[in-house]
């Protein structure tokens, strides 16, 4: 056995003839922890005076470094090497240095690797700088490096979107030297036998920093950097570090390495210290942390999910059978009767033509995985299934009671209901411990977010399995407890209760929208309710004049279906824009209402949409409804659009100060009234102790 020098706690040096092999052992990822960067450090150094004539560094576990250690950002942690001490170390060694890579070489990590000489991979390898989203840019040298090795349209698309990039693409743009098949064994065999070639045929020691010609080629261009600008600017609206990003790459296009790097310095630091990325670092944890249920073991047995059932073949139960065949696991989708179930499969079928990330031969594949079928009989074999009919609490009874007598013994039953009480329809059957609640956002295939409702009865088998089944379907999973609306649709009626009233004193719809869309949400309430359609749920015969909805429903306003809603939508571009005589319906009807008109503020607007939210959010922690505060940022940010660079409201809530919203609760609370500006109590008390609802554990 090869002889083993202990380096620091996390890194070792071993010998294998000519060539000395870094090893970094930091479990769960090998983050850049100090202990890693120090061990490196001295690893490098070590290994030139023994003599090495080549270097490899690899790493043991799942991953190669998959970034610095997040944990480290803004704490204290002991001096060590810094990352740009190592990475010099490794680009000046006088030997031949090879990043030997498997898992995922993310961030700092990446950043590691291209200051070795050469990368070797496995060809299930990843890649990619996803400090956008933290909130950061590469502050290793990344952004000057990478667009130097890949050019700069790939670097500008990796590093705006954050997106891993396989080996075989990696190979394929410069940034890997060799692509291995097979796992780490192999990938250390490969790398040795790398840097064996290196040495007998003397192979340059590469620098990355001195390729200046995918750069220089680009020099002055300034319409590369404007085109791209304009083609992201949608879908980054608010966030600073695209562009920050991108001001880094034109850095490493128009400035000399080391001027780019002063760049890349003083934007990372501008970021780091910014509100931002604070928000977006919590968030990474939030997600993360919202994985655990603190009172269900890890060991816990989980059901063995081969095949789902899903009842109901409408928006939501069409979405909920694409996540599972995306994933191979097999669907008997079941309908009332044939013509609903044609129906409802042709809507997948459409969705999967639509995609253009489904090849022909995908769509087959996935629809083959698809049972049809009219009859519940058909769900005997199924070990779990997903009821998706009406929200109508007798129906869902009912079907409970029908699944009960159909279902194997220990199929997990689940409900999408958005807002009944799950544990209603768990005590329909005579196994109330294999319901629970799987509430899907709308579009099921798209949407992120997966809000479980634990029943006061559901196993932790259950429990267990619902978390790991959502993992499973990629989706973010929060465990939530039973209350009207669970946690999203709680604090959402809150927010809408606010949006109508402050129409009844004067503001517009628009108004209020705009004040949303300008915070970062990708819309506001109105302009919701337009893409939804207004008449959902609304009967012509039983229509009376006696809300807005109804008004413009009367008046043949059914939304962005039929071009009128709240606004009037371009039939060519479905541009929205705000129309008279809506507002001249809302003025009539609060006035007919007695509702005296007035200028409301757009501030006015912001604290009144949220703070009832940042109230009922913490009321919802009191009864232990959530399980952390975080977990309620989740929530808000993966199935309403909270923008992210913002937290969640738990999160913007501490920022704001919950002293300065208590005292804001309590002015409104008096001057009009309603359930939702009762103050929390928990809220009152946080303000009133210095704490904070986004580390609260209820
Ligand atoms: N620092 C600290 N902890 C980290 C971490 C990091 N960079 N990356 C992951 N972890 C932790 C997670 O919090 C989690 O901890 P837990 O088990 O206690 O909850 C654990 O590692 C496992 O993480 P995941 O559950 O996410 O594991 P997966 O296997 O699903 O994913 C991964 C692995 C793809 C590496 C994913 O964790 C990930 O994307 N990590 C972040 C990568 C990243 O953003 N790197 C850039 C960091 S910033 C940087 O490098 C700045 C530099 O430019 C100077
Ligand atoms: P939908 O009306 O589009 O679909 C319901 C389907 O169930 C219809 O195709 C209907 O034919 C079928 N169905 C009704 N009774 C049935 C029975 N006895 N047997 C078999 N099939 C039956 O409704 P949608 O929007 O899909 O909602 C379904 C559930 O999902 C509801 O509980 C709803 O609250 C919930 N939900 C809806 C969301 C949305 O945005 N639409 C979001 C999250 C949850």
Known sequence: MAESIELSESVRLEREGDVALVIVNN??????????????????????????????????????????????????????????????AMEDAPVPVIAA????????????????????????????????????????????RLPRLVGVAKALEMMTTGR????????????????????????????????????AESLPLVRVRDRNELVEAHKGDDQIFADFRKAIARKTRGFLAPEYNIRCIEAAVNEPFEDGLKTEGKLFMEL??????????????????ANKIPDIAKDTPLIDVQKVGVLGAGTMGGGITMNFVNVGIPVTIVERDQESLDKGLAVVRKNYERSRSTTAEQVEERMALITGSTSKQD????????????????????????????????????????????????????????????????????????????????????????????KKIKKVSVMVGVCPGFVGNRMLFMRGAEAERMLMEGATPAQIDSVLFDFGFPMGPFSMSDLAGLDIGWKEAESSSSTIREILCENGRRGQKNGRGYYTYDAETRAATPDP??????????????????????????????YPMVNEGAKILEEKIAIRGS??????????????????????????????????????????????????????????????LQTHVG
């Open 581 to 610: 005589e809506v507002e001249q319906f809302i003025k009539d009807f609060a006035i007919s209402k007695g509702h005296e008109q007035r200028e409301v503020t757009d501030q006015e607007i912001l604290e009144r949409l949220l």
């Open 164 to 199: 891993h990039i396989s080996s075989g693409e990696a190979e394929e743009g410069g940034l890997v030297d060799d692509v291995v098949e097979g796992g780490p064994e192999e990938l250390k065999v490969a790398a040795i036998a790398f840097a064996d070639k290196a040495i």
């Open 379 to 470: 769900f005997a074999d199924c070990d779990m299934v997903i009821e998706a009919v009406f929200e109508d609490m007798d129906l869902k009874q009912s079907i409970f009671r029908e699944l009960d007598e159909i279902c194997k013994p220990g199929a997990l039953l689940a409900s999408n209901t958005s807002a009944l009480d799950v544990n209603k329809i768990a005590d329909a059957t005579s196994r109330p411990e294999s319901v629970i609640g799987m509430h899907f956002f709308s579009p099921a295939n798209v949407m992120k977010l997966l809000e479980n409702v634990r029943g006061d009865k559901s196993s932790d088998s259950v429990v267990a399995t619902t978390m790991a089944i959502g």
């Open 27 to 88: 479990p769960p990822v090998n983050a850049l922890s100090w202990h890693v960067r120090q061990g490196l450090f001295d690893g490098m150094n070590q290994a030139v005076e023994s003599g090495a004539k080549a270097i490899v560094v690899i790493c043991d576990g799942r991953t190669f470094i998959a970034g610095a250690d997040i944990s480290e950002f803004g704490g204290s942690v002991p001096k060590a090497a810094s990352l740009q001490e190592v990475q010099s």
């Open 272 to 289: 780091m210290t910014g509100p931002q990325s604070a928000a977006q670092r919590y968030y990474f944890f939030a997600e993360r942390a």
């Open 631 to 692: 977990d309620i940022d989740v929530v808000w940010v993966n199935g309403y659009g909270w923008p992210v660079y913002r937290g969640g409201p738990m999160h913007w809530a501490d920022s704001v100060g919950l002293a300065e919203i208590v005292s804001k609760i309590e002015e409104y609370s008096s001057s009009l009234g309603g359930k939702h500006w009762e103050l929390s109590p928990l809220l009152k008390q946080l303000a009133a102790d210095g704490g904070q």
């Open 101 to 144: 890579i498997h898992g995922t070489a993310l961030g700092g990590g990446l950043e590691v690797a291209l200051c070795a000489h050469y990368r070797v991979a496995v060809d299930s390898a990843k890649f990619g700088l996803p400090e956008v989203n933290l909130g950061l840019l590469p502050g290793a040298g990344g952004t000057q």
